[in-house]
């Protein structure tokens, strides 16, 4: 897309008066998205390396504040069955899922990376879809904890990350996708659904934002223990 192309999109619309903010809510949750070796190792066939590195210390950065401020950490890992059945139609859109070799439930490559391996309080959700709602038990745990805001990370903006935050936004669940958190395949890719999610279904955050937002739920807490 043309700068001329960009901004015109842009104009139009701020003219339907798409993009308003959802803004921050009152009990929030980090979820981290399929943070895994298939995703983040150089050599695996569906690999995001390199770019996916930059997300590292910005996604553990925010858990470990979330963690400090009592704010739930929930990681999805998104599985395939040894035998290739739970894989459905993605056999037929993914080479690598055809050929059964990426995600495949117990291997290394299933596995969430080593640098943000999640801790004995955290929660992991098992998927088999793109969505983390789907057919999961996400959902029960976020109500159980009365949980209105996600601040989303991991991959990919416009595979499992952009159908978690539409199917949370289908639950009245506030979504803030942290930019420096998140990643696609190209940056093209990324930013188009960085756009999209941001005009109608998510608010687009920086990191320095989702940290300020923690901040102030560590220091009412202090306050309150008072």
């Known amino acids: 897309m043309s700068q001329t192309q960009a901004s015109q999109t842009i104009l139009t619309y701020a003219r339907e008066g798409l993009g308003q903010r959802i803004g921050f809510g009152k009990r929030p949750a ?34 470990d504040l979330a963690r400090c401020s009592s704010v739930p950490v929930i990681y999805t890992q998104g599985l395939v069955a040894a035998d290739g059945s739970s894989a459905s139609l993605w056999r037929l859109k993914m080479r690598n899922h055809g050929l059964r070799s990426v995600q495949i439930e117990g ?20 998927k088999w879809r793109p969505s983390a709602f789907f057919r999961t038990d996400l959902e029960i745990f976020l109500g159980v904890q009365g949980i209105d805001t996600l601040l989303v990370c991991g991959t990919s903006v416009s595979g499992c990350v952009r159908a978690t935050v539409t199917d ?3 639950r009245d669940i506030r979504c803030m996708v942290v930019r420096e958190c998140v ?19 998510a608010d687009v955050v920086s990191l320095a934002d989702g940290l300020a937002y923690l ?8 306050t309150n223990a008072r």
Do not use: W
């Open 168 to 170: 949370a936004f289908m």
């Open 107 to 126: 291997s290394r490559g299933a596995a969430i990376i080593d640098q943000l391996a999640p801790q004995p309080q955290d929660r992991v959700i098992r």
């Open 215 to 222: 901040k102030t739920l560590g220091a009412s807490q202090d």
């Open 183 to 201: 990643v696609d395949r190209t940056a093209e890719v990324m930013e188009a659904n960085l756009f999209d999610l941001d005009q109608k279904y």
């Open 30 to 63: 980090v979820l981290v998205i399929d943070m895994q070796n298939d995703f983040c190792d150089p050599v695996s066939a569906t690999t995001l390396h390199p770019s996916i590195v930059s997300t590292y210390d910005p996604i553990a950065q925010l858990c």
